[in-house]
C-alpha cells in the first residue's frame, strides 16, 4: 500500500474535521458539567518495555511500588477510582502526548508528517482540556510523568521519521486502550460520552500513523484489529499523575 | 439521547430523519419496545456460559440495532464484491476484512443478546437498507463512489455505537459497545484515505451523536 502526500493531508484534514465537530459537543458537555513503520520500525510490546524503563527514570524510587509488578496489588488495595480521579490521570496523559508530539516534531521534516503531528497534538491538547473540565480542582495542568517519559525515551532513540511515527502510533493505540479501560469504570453520563467520542478519534489517529508507516493488516495483527482491546493500556496505578 | 426520548416509545412508527452522508434522510422508522411495563429480565445463559447479564428492553433494543447494522454492513460489501466497480486490490482487500470484521462484531453482539435472554436480530435493518442505503447502491458507478458509501456507512455505525455509551441499563455493555465502535472509526479513517470527497467538513458529524447515530430500535 502506497501513501502520497496528498491522501496523508487529507486524511489528517479528515480526522481533524471529525474531532472538531466532536469536540463542540464536548464543549456543550463540559460547559453543562460547570454549570451543573510500519512492521519494520518496532512494535507497541517494544514500546511497553521501554515504557516501564521510562517510569524508573521519572520517579526514581517510588517506580518499585509503582511498576508493574506492583500494579495488581496496589489495585487490590487502592480505593476505587472517581470519575474526577480518572479525568484527572487521563488529563496528565493527554499532556504528555502533547508533549511527546512536540518533540516529535523536531524531528520531522516531511510536510505531511509534520502537519500528522501538528494537528494530532492540537487534538490531544483539547483532550486534556476536556479531562481538566471533568476533573476540576484536582485538575494538576501537568504531563504524566512516566507517559512523558516512556514516549521521550523512544523519541530521542529514533533514528529516523519511521521511527518517530511508530512511537506515535503506539502511543495513540496506547491512548485509545486507556479510554477504553476508563469506560469500563466511569459512571457519569456527562464523561463517559466525553470519553466515548475521543476514544474513536485516538483509534483514528493510530490507523492513519499505522498507514503512513505502511502497515499491512494480513502481517501486522495490531493494525486492524476486530476489537477494540485494553491491551497497553495506561493506569494509574503503573502512570501515576504528578504530586 | 436519554430513556426518555420519544425514539423510546413503545411501538411508534415515528418520521424522522438519518443523516447519512451529510444528508439528511427521511425515514420512516419503526421504533420497536425499548422501554416498556416489562420489567428487566434477568438471566443465566442456559448452558456452561460464566456471563451473566440483565437484559432490559433497552440494552437489548441498543445491542440489536447494533447488531442490525452489522449485518447491514456485510450485506453491502457482499454486494460490492460481487461487481465490478472495485478494481483496486488494495480497496478489495479492506472491503474483504472489514467484512470479515463486521461478522465477528455480529457474532460477538448477538451471543450478548442471547446471553441477556433476548432474542437476536438476523437480518439486515429494514430500515436503513430500504431508505438510506439501497438508493446508494443503486446510484454506484464508479469505484470513488463505493469507497464514500463505505465511508458514510461506517461513519453512521461509528457514532452509533459511541451514541450507546453512557445509554445502558448494564454499564458493561458501554464496553462492549465501544470496543466496535472504534474500530468502525478506524475503518473510517482508511475509507477516508481513499477517498476523493471534499474535507472541507464532515458531512454527519461523527461526534454529534443525536445526528449521526441510528435511534435505538430503528428497523427492528
Not at chain 1, 464536548?26 to 515504557?51: P, W
Not at chain 1, 476508563?182 to 470519553?195: D, M, Q, R
Not at chain 1, 476514544?199 to 490507523?207: C, I, K, M, R, Y
Not at chain 2, 451529510?22 to 420512516?28: I, K
Amino acid at each position: 500500500m502506497e501513501i502520497s502526500e496528498a491522501s496523508l493531508r487529507r486524511m489528517v484534514r479528515q480526522v481533524d474535521d471529525l474531532h472538531r465537530e466532536g469536540m463542540k459537543t464536548v464543549r456543550d458537555e463540559i460547559a453543562a458539567v460547570h454549570t451543573g513503520a510500519a512492521a519494520r520500525v518496532g512494535s507497541r510490546r517494544r514500546f511497553l518495555r521501554h515504557a516501564g524503563t521510562g517510569l524508573a527514570l521519572a520517579i526514581g524510587g517510588t517506580v518499585v511500588a509503582a511498576g508493574s509488578l506492583a500494579t495488581a496489588a496496589s489495585a487490590a488495595t487502592a480505593p476505587p477510582l472517581t470519575d474526577q480521579d480518572i479525568a484527572k490521570f487521563s488529563e496528565s496523559v493527554e499532556l504528555a502526548v502533547v508533549a511527546a508530539y512536540a518533540l516529535a516534531l523536531t524531528k520531522l521534516h516531511t510536510p505531511a508528517y509534520v502537519a500528522m503531528a501538528t494537528t494530532f497534538s492540537g487534538h490531544h491538547m483539547d483532550h486534556a482540556k476536556a479531562f481538566a473540565a471533568f476533573a476540576g480542582d484536582a485538575a494538576t495542568a501537568t504531563a504524566n510523568p512516566g507517559v512523558l517519559v516512556a514516549v521521550s525515551d523512544e523519541l530521542h532513540e529514533a533514528p529516523d521519521e519511521m521511527h518517530v511515527l511508530s512511537a506515535a502510533y503506539d502511543t495513540e493505540n496506547a491512548a485509545a486502550a486507556t479510554y477504553l479501560y476508563a469506560i469500563g469504570l466511569l459512571n457519569g453520563v456527562e464523561i463517559l460520552g466525553t470519553t466515548a467520542s475521543i476514544l474513536p478519534v485516538e483509534a483514528q489517529h493510530a490507523t492513519a500513523l499505522g498507514y503512513a508507516l505502511g502497515k499491512d493488516p494480513d502481517t501486522d495483527a495490531e493494525y486492524l484489529p476486530p476489537f477494540q482491546t485494553t491491551d497497553d493500556e495506561l493506569t494509574p496505578a503503573t502512570y501515576p499523575v504528578a504530586g | 439521547m436519554d430513556s426518555d426520548s420519544p425514539a423510546f416509545l413503545n411501538g411508534v412508527n415515528r418520521r424522522r430523519f438519518v443523516m447519512f452522508g451529510g444528508v439528511a434522510v427521511a425515514t420512516t422508522a419503526v421504533i420497536s419496545a425499548c422501554r416498556g411495563a416489562t420489567p428487566p429480565v434477568s438471566v443465566a445463559p442456559p448452558t456452561t456460559s460464566t456471563t451473566v447479564l440483565i437484559g432490559s428492553p433497552k440494552d437489548l433494543a441498543l445491542l440489536n440495532t447494533a447488531i442490525s447494522l452489522e449485518i447491514l454492513a456485510q450485506n453491502v460489501y457482499t454486494q460490492i464484491l460481487a461487481g465490478t466497480l472495485v478494481t483496486d486490490p488494495t480497496t478489495q482487500d479492506l472491503l474483504k476484512l472489514f467484512q470479515a470484521q463486521h461478522g465477528q462484531h455480529q457474532d460477538e453482539l448477538t451471543r450478548t443478546v442471547q446471553a441477556a435472554g433476548g432474542t437476536p436480530f438476523t437480518k439486515p435493518n429494514p430500515v436503513i437498507m430500504a431508505q438510506v442505503v439501497q438508493p446508494r447502491l443503486a446510484a454506484l458507478s464508479s469505484q470513488a463512489d463505493v469507497v464514500t458509501l463505505a465511508y458514510d456507512l461506517e461513519h453512521m455505525m461509528s457514532a452509533t455505537c459511541q451514541a450507546g455509551v453512557g445509554m445502558f441499563d448494564h454499564a458493561t455493555l458501554n464496553t462492549l459497545i465501544i470496543q466496535i465502535g472504534a474500530i468502525e472509526a478506524r475503518h473510517t479513517a482508511l475509507w477516508s484515505i481513499l477517498s476523493a470527497k471534499s474535507t472541507t467538513g464532515t458531512p454527519d458529524g461523527a461526534f454529534q451523536t443525536d445526528q449521526d447515530a441510528v435511534s435505538p430500535g430503528t428497523g427492528l
